[in-house]
């Protein structure tokens, strides 16, 4: 799977550390009281410059984990067209930026499971973009795609 978002920040209302641009995958995404598991990856770009991988069973719980660093290497400027794209395939997980007319790939991440105890997410059935506290923010592409493996690749795993 592999969600593309290219994006304009231009104004925001004292937004949260949390708050930026959020790319989900959710493969489970009925809320329900009995059964409240959500398994999402996330990928984030924080408006403080973070670009980062969370992973999500049980939504609005505290159970998210990151398990990539948190350096602010990744500047989110105002009034600047940025593009990201976020790749999950099985249990990996890519962060691609676009950077000097190519893409960079400044995340990866293979969840094997030791990422929270709980099992990789394999399966992704919805994908969403979200901000918080933005007052301006605006998509200018937005796109989702499957990735199909080749036949060396398969015969690797």
Request: proline share 4%.
């Amino acid at each position: 799977l592999e969600i593309f978002v290219e994006y304009l920040h231009m104004a925001e209302n004292n937004p949260p550390s949390y708050a930026g641009l959020e790319i989900g995958a959710r493969s489970i995404h009925k809320i329900q009281r009995e059964n409240p598991k959500v398994p999402t990856y996330y990928l984030k770009h924080t408006f403080d410059g973070r670009l980062f991988f969370e992973k999500e069973w049980i939504h609005g719980s505290q159970s998210t984990k990151q398990p990539n660093s948190q350096d602010k290497s990744y500047p989110f400027q105002k009034g600047v067209w940025l593009s990201i794209r976020f790749r999950i395939f099985e249990n990996r997980l890519e962060g691609f930026q676009w950077r000097d007319n190519d893409w960079v790939l400044v995340r990866s991440y293979t969840d094997t499971g030791s990422w929270d105890g709980n099992a990789p997410i394999i399966e992704g059935t919805s994908c969403f973009i979200r901000t918080d506290n933005v007052t301006d923010f605006r998509i200018r592409r937005f796109s989702i795609r499957q990735i199909l493996r080749t036949m060396n690749e398969r015969l690797k795993i």
